[in-house]
């Protein structure tokens, strides 16, 4: 077995040295009681060269975005990847180290996670970032929980374009009594409603910008409304990209930001792993989740880096810590980073106008198309149009001409008949003019 | 800047101190669209982020990553922790385009190989553990507790005894177990470890009572010894209308070995990145899968994977009939699909014999340890471990040096410390996990410096207080981090934080 360095040889010594004169002498105690050796119904061990073989095989059956014109998005992005990130997160140092528990041999991964803490900070125009969460989705339920504890309110109001995975985990996670939630699903954000609904039991309110469809909204006047009745306003962010273009949610007096960071540094990688991130004012610092590092100086006074602010978390504060999260997105984290360096403020802006230029390209080229509405008024990197027929139907026969055409919105929202005709469509940096004429074309055909 | 290099250790500045607005390692195409449709919160600001050329990035990173130790580099012996090594097949298979380039939400006719992938590795981990259900979508061995738990909890509402909200936890559990109970809302109770570090089963009979909900278990737990009466407690357990949650961290003592399904166990978690060989990445990400028993299959988080003739499909929606009894979701989409390809990958090379063998070398490569080092270091429990060996700091008593001077000295070794001062039931405790990917010779050699140290605190505290010294930073001053927080880089390096 090629990754078992013992031979034969060593483990008879081994056993020797203990005492014993078998293996299961070791496992004795539980063979009193339990099974052991049980008979597994399983192949045995293969060769490198069978298991590629095997994997490829099922990696082949896959349609994906560099074998397809590819439009989706709702959560989840195609975005070019520079060669460098891959190459420096698979240096053994970053791949196949631990959580940085003894500082003196982690420097590496703590100064570029408080670079990342840094260079979250300033996208999202907050104070201050902690090291990572698993996603955008479970960064927003922590909003939320966190939300909870800052304001000890249980009420909890989500926009109504909010995306609706993430709205599932909010209620599951954050432990949200029907009652105490307000959520209703449909197209446009309801910002009025939104106001009406907070009271002296709100504890946030989640809002997400650009929403699912698409849309981006000023979020100004809530905060400052949200923040008069003593809640707090959560903003989502599925698509880190916007932010080059889109005022900052701390500009617009946001409490909690959780974005997914997948757009940076991350293959789609079909849901997972990704990197959430999570910022916040310095005041509700003690209240983060997770791992957090800081700056500090060694016996000789020179400066490095630790994991600080460890009497939130779970190995210290065991029941009363602010979450359970132990391992988070570290690797995914450093491809965010990395990426994010190598772009620097003028490439991240240009990429995101890249990305917004090739969604309006594609907006004017769909509108050709009879019958063919847009409902945003407006939009980063994808939007949302109504077609004459249902949008799964659209969908699945635009996948049978190699066009992954977008997300019909019903395939989410499942109970809303309105919206059966929609489907959510992105476009970004990665989109060619060959790309949008083969949508044009396929639209065409299956509207015909 | 002045130049403060030694050899191989060079010294990196800040990204900050060095990065330019002007700079890029990007070549992009120059936008050239008119009027934008961002609308009324479009803003052309400034946004402070620093770039590098290329070169540069690589040069930046390349030489932090100089300033961490690795498994890939030596031994790695983090109990509880199971770092082993990271076959790079793995890596090559994880990055096929037919799995990282899938879009989670695209049409399942497109991404028929990822579903069947997903099916595959299920009833792998289902053979493996004798469970009936398992569900692939926790993000991390804290989320796969936390999707156990929630199952429970949404087990014990179906039956209308929303009054149970006790959960029963040992000393010894990982700081996940409460955390995840008492964010639930669930009253945490703590059970004491007896004198041979196992649960003590009449504290715990004690606290059985009406309000009782589930105890959560781990086992092996975290002094490395197999709970030898869990055939007993689940039963007790069971009796008294309650669910055995098993924390599966240590797993990599079983697999193959000894199946979960076969100790009354409800629902476990599987860390893909520890038993499984998916890398560690500096903390993540990670994947945790969860099996379930009868009792709580019906109650998975969205979304459910089912086969209908030769086609694979999601369940999706929380209100569709199929998972009507679903305890809701747990995240975004359907999971780390980048580890599941990893860790199938490790499950195939190593095959059903394979896998024995690890769960084997690992407890093999552990009581070695500990039999050629109970003569120096004063292991905590007598009689056989399992995949990892507990001592206290009765070896240290009377020398000044303290546990975490020992392990900061084993740094200077040229080796990772083990887990110090965990589990809690312990005073000083080293917890040291060598896993089955280890040589016989790497042991040898790490046996060999522990003897060495060990005898060397008999000469007097000062070599173990100064340690580590050959390191590119020494032992740091934790306390004022987290007095003065400085948790970003600010402009003319303005203090940070309250």
Redesign the interface.
């Known amino acids: ?7 034969k040889n ?2 008879e ?3 020797s ?4 004169n078998n ?1 299961d ?6 063979a ?7 008979k ?7 060769t ?1 060269m ?3 073989k ?15 014109s ?1 439009f ?1 998005g ?3 992005y ?1 975005h070019h990847i ?1 060669a ?1 990130v ?24 703590l ?2 996670l ?2 990342f ?3 979250v ?3 999202t125009g907050m ?3 902690n ?2 969460m ?5 960064a927003t339920a922590e909003a939320v ?1 966190m939300a909870k504890r800052i304001t000890k309110r249980n009420g909890v109001i989500l926009s109504n374009t909010i ?1 609706p ?2 709205a ?2 909010i ?3 954050s ?1 949200i009594k029907d009652n105490e939630l307000v959520y209703n699903r449909k197209f446009s954000i309801d910002i009025d409603h939104l106001f009406n609904e907070v009271n002296d039991n709100t504890a946030c309110v989640v809002v997400q ?1 650009p929403d699912f469809f698409g ?5 100004s006047s809530l905060a400052e409304f949200v923040q008069s009745k003593g809640a707090l306003l959560i903003v989502v962010v599925t698509e880190v990209l916007s ?6 949610p701390g ?2 007096g946001a409490d909690i930001v959780a974005c ?1 960071g997948q757009s940076l540094g991350n ?9 959430g991130l999570l910022s916040t004012k ?2 509700y ?1 003690r209240q983060i989740p997770g ?10 006074g ?1 400066k ?3 994991l ?4 939130r ?9 602010t ?10 984290s ?1 491809a965010f980073t ?1 990426h ?12 995101s ?2 990305n ?2 090739s ?2 390209n594609l ?1 004017e080229k769909i509108l050709k198309i009879p019958e063919v509405k847009l409902l ?5 990197n994808e939007f949302t149009i109504e077609l004459p027929i249902k949008g799964e139907i659209f ?2 026969r635009m ?1 049978e001409k190699r066009v ?1 055409a977008g ?1 019909p919105v019903s ?2 929202i ?2 809303n008949k309105e919206l059966d005709n929609c489907i959510v469509v992105a476009s970004t ?1 990665t989109n060619t003019d060959d790309d949008m004429n083969s949508f044009i074309e396929a639209a065409k055909e299956v509207l015909r | 800047m002045k130049n403060s290099n030694k050899g191989l250790n060079h010294d990196e500045p800040i990204l900050f101190d060095i990065g330019g607005m002007d700079k890029s390692g990007v070549d992009l195409n120059e936008p050239t669209f008119k009027e934008n449709f961002i609308g009324e919160c479009f803003e052309d600001r400034e946004i402070g982020l620093p770039g590098l050329s290329e070169p540069e990035s690589i040069r930046h990173y390349v030489r932090l990553s100089r300033k961490n130790y690795s498994i890939d580099a030596g031994l790695y012996p983090l109990g509880s922790c199971t770092m082993k090594h990271n076959p790079r097949l793995n890596e090559k298979l994880a990055r096929l385009k037919g799995f990282s380039e899938v879009h989670p939400l695209q049409p399942l006719s497109t991404c028929q190989g990822a579903l069947e992938l997903i099916d595959e590795i299920s009833v792998w981990l289902k053979e493996l553990t004798g469970m009936k259900a398992v569900t692939m979508t926790p993000k991390a061995g804290a989320q796969g507790e936390l999707c156990g738990m929630l199952a429970i909890k949404k087990a014990i509402e179906s039956r209308n005894e929303c009054h149970r909200t006790k959960v029963l936890v040992p000393d010894s559990a990982h700081g996940t177990n409460p955390a995840t109970a008492a964010f639930l809302g669930f009253d945490v109770v703590t059970i004491k470890s007896d004198k041979n570090g196992r649960l003590n089963f009449d504290d715990f009979k004690q606290n059985v009572d009406k309000k009782f909900a589930a105890a959560m278990i781990t086992n092996p737990n975290t002094c490395g010894l197999f709970e030898d009466d869990i055939i007993e407690i689940s039963n007790y357990i069971h009796d008294a209308g309650g669910y055995l949650y098993c924390d599966g961290a240590n797993f990599n003592a079983l697999v193959g070995k000894v199946r979960p399904g076969d100790l009354g166990i409800d629902a476990m978690h599987i860390n893909l990145h520890k038993t499984f060989s998916t890398p560690h990445g500096g903390g993540g990400p990670g994947s945790g899968p969860v099996v379930f028993s009868d009792l709580l299959k019906d109650f998975c988080p969205a979304p459910l994977l089912k086969k209908d003739e030769e086609y694979y499909y999601l369940v999706e929606n929380l209100n569709d009939k199929d998972i009507d009894k679903s305890f809701g979701r747990l995240c975004v989409f359907h999971g780390q699909m980048g580890m599941f390809v990893r860790a199938l990958s490790y499950m195939m090379s190593h095959g059903s014999d394979g896998l024995r063998q690890v769960s084997e070398d690992a407890v093999l490569n552990a009581n070695y340890i500990k039999s050629s080092l109970e003569d120096v270091l004063t292991p905590a429990y007598e009689g056989y471990c399992m995949h990892e060996v507990l001592f206290n700091d009765d070896f240290l008593s009377g020398t000044g040096v303290e546990t975490i001077d020992f392990a900061k000295a084993l740094i200077d070794k040229g080796y990772h410390p083990m887990t110090i001062y965990f589990p809690l039931v312990v005073h000083g405790a080293l917890l040291v996990e060598p896993t089955e990917t280890e040589s016989k010779n790497s042991i040898d050699q790490f046996i060999e410096t522990i003897r060495e140290l060990a005898s060397k605190t008999q000469d007097g505290e000062e070599f173990f207080k100064k340690a580590p010294i050959y390191t590119p930073i020494r032992r740091l001053d934790e306390t004022k981090a987290a007095r003065n927080p400085v948790l970003r880089w600010q402009k003319n390096d303005v203090i940070a934080a309250e």
């Open positions: 077995m090629r990754y078992l360095p013992l031979t060593d483990r010594e081994m056993l040295t203990i005492g014993v293996i002498e070791l496992f004795s105690n539980i009193e009681k339990a099974n052991i050796n049980p597994i119904n399983l192949p045995n061990h293969k490198e069978e298991v590629e095997h994997l490829s095989l099922l990696s082949d059956k896959n349609l994906h975005a560099d074998n397809s590819f989706i709702g959560g989840s195609k520079p460098s891959d190459h420096i997160i698979q240096r053994s140092e970053f791949l196949t180290s631990y959580t940085p528990y003894q500082p003196e041999i982690s420097q590496g991964t100064q570029y408080y670079e803490q840094t260079q900070s300033l996208l104070d201050i970032s090291a990572s698993y996603d955008g989705s479970t929980s995306h995975h993430y599932d985990v209620k599951t996670v432990g910008n849309s981006c909204y000023d979020l932010l080059g273009m889109l005022k900052s500009a617009m997914e293959p789609m990688n079909f849901g997972g792993p990704y990197v310095n005041k610092l791992r957090i590092v800081g700056e500090s100086e060694d016996v000789d020179k490095g880096f630790v600080t602010l460890s009497a978390e779970q190995h210290i504060r065991r029941e009363k810590a979450s359970n999260i132990c391992t988070n997105s570290g690797l995914c450093l990395i994010l360096t190598l772009l620097g403020e003028k490439g991240f802006k240009n990429l106008r890249l917004h230029e969604a309006l907006k945003n008024k407006s939009f980063f969908i699945n996948a992954l997300i395939r989410l499942n109970n940096e």
